[in-house]
Each structure stands twice: as structure tokens, then as C-alpha cells.
């Protein structure tokens, strides 16, 4: 596979990621730690050590572990350089979708801000953001505690 290809597949590894994701970074951890592995951009140790120095990075966590993934398969591919630019396409996958869905949210908030079917679906998300992110714990700390 050519560098550009790769490049491309690890934006839009990150683009999906941000695009089905509801809840935030800890939300997004399980889907990013398949693709991660399944990919073998990281290994298992990898991933877990970075979730800890993420939690003393500021910064929101996607973003922090989309960029040194990022980092870390840009270098594999390009050396130096590709550090940078693979931060640069990680992130702005895992950040665009985001970004998109808000332009459009903010255009046609006003109008259905008081519908019934905008408010049980927004009901609905918060259980399954809770099980996303109860489904990262505990393969992280199977992981921590049994490896």
C-alpha cells in the first residue's frame, strides 16, 4: 500500500470514529483501540500506557490519543516528518465529523428544538454513551490488572 493510501486509511479510520461516536473520548476508546489493533498501528501495552499520560495531557482525550496515533504510525511511514503529518490527519478525521454535525445542528436547532422525536432521541443517547464507556473501563482494566 502506498504512503498516501495510508495516510487516507488513517484519516478515515479517525473520520468514522468521530462520525459514530456519541459521548465523547471515552466513548470513542473501544472503537479506537479495535481499529488501532486490528490495524497494528499500536500494540495493547501502547494504547493503556497512552490512556495514562492522557489523563495528566490537557486537551480533550480523542483528540490527544487520534494524535499520537497519528504520531506514531506517521513516523512508522514517513520518519521524522511523518510524525507531524500523521498527527495532523488523525486529528482532523476524528475532529471533522464533530465539527460538521455542529454547522448543521446550529442551522436547524431553533426549528425542532421542541420536538418530541429531538428530545426522546437525545433521552436515548445517554444510556448507550454510558455503555460505551463501561465497555472501555472494563477492557482497560482487564487489561491493567490481568495482563
Known amino acids: ?6 495516510f ?10 468521530g462520525a459514530f461516536t456519541f459521548g ?28 495514562a499520560v492522557s489523563e495528566s495531557t490537557p486537551g480533550p482525550f480523542a483528540i490527544n490519543i ?15 516528518p511523518g510524525g507531524f503529518l500523521g498527527a495532523a490527519t488523525a486529528t482532523l478525521g476524528v475532529v471533522l465529523p464533530s465539527f460538521i454535525v455542529i454547522l448543521i445542528v446550529a442551522r436547524v436547532y431553533k426549528k425542532f428544538q421542541e420536538s418530541n422525536v429531538v428530545k426522546g432521541c437525545m433521552t436515548g443517547l445517554r444510556p448507550t454513551a ?7 473501563v472494563l ?8 495482563p
Open 8 to 17: 487516507l486509511k488513517l484519516f478515515f479510520t479517525f473520520f468514522r470514529i
Open 130 to 136: 454510558i455503555g460505551l464507556i463501561a465497555g472501555a
Open 24 to 51: 465523547g473520548g471515552y466513548a470513542m476508546l473501544p472503537l479506537i483501540q479495535d481499529a488501532v489493533l486490528q490495524n497494528k498501528w499500536l500494540s495493547e501495552e501502547a494504547i493503556v500506557n497512552f490512556i
Open 139 to 146: 477492557t482497560i482494566g482487564q487489561t491493567v490488572l490481568f
Open 1 to 6: 500500500m502506498t504512503i498516501a493510501l495510508e
Open 66 to 80: 487520534a494524535t499520537y496515533v497519528g504520531m506514531e504510525r506517521g513516523r512508522a511511514l514517513l520518519d521524522l
